[in-house]
Nanobody, 121 residues
Framework: QVQLVESGGGLVQAGGSLRLSCLASGRILGIDDMGWYRQAPGKQRELVATITGGASTNYADSVKGRFTISRDNAKKTMYLQMSSLKPEDTAVYYC???????????????WGQGTQVTVSS
C-alpha cells in the first residue's frame, strides 16, 4: 500500500528554521503533483505550497519568501524548508501527493498523517 510519512516537525522559536520531509513508499509507478498543507487549531486546512512533476512551484502568499518546497524524485521525497518562522505558522503540516500505482489506473490522491510544527514567540 502507498504511504506518505512526514517528519521534521517540532518546536522552534520565532525566527528559526525547520525542514520537513515527506517520504512516499509502497507500490508506486509514478508521482505527479505534490504539496504541503497545514491546519491550525480551529481553522480549515490550507495550502502552503505545491510542486509539480516538472518542479514548478506555487506558494501561499503568507509563506512566500520564507518557505521553499522541493522534491527528489529518485528518493520519492518532498521537502519544505521553512525559515523566518512566525507563531502564526504553528499548525499540523500535511503532505499530499497524486500517485499512480499502475499504468491502467488514474492518479489517486494520498495524504500523510501530519507533523506538528510549533513556533514560540
Amino acid at each position: 500500500q502507498v504511504q506518505l510519512v512526514e517528519s521534521g516537525g517540532g518546536l522552534v522559536q520565532a525566527g528559526g528554521s525547520l525542514r520537513l520531509s515527506c517520504l512516499a513508499s509502497g507500490r508506486i509507478l509514478g508521482i505527479d503533483d505534490m504539496g504541503w498543507y497545514r491546519q491550525a487549531p480551529g481553522k480549515q486546512r490550507e495550502l502552503v505550497a505545491t510542486i509539480t512533476g516538472g518542479a514548478s512551484t506555487n506558494y501561499a502568499d503568507s509563506v512566500k519568501g520564507r518557505f521553499t518546497i522541493s522534491r527528489d524524485n529518485a528518493k520519492k521525497t518532498m521537502y519544505l524548508q521553512m525559515s523566518s518562522l512566525k507563531p502564526e505558522d504553528t499548525a499540523v503540516y500535511y503532505c499530499n501527493a497524486a500517485i499512480r500505482v499502475t499504468w491502467y489506473e488514474p492518479l489517486s490522491e494520498y495524504w500523510g498523517q501530519g507533523t506538528q510544527v510549533t513556533v514560540s514567540s
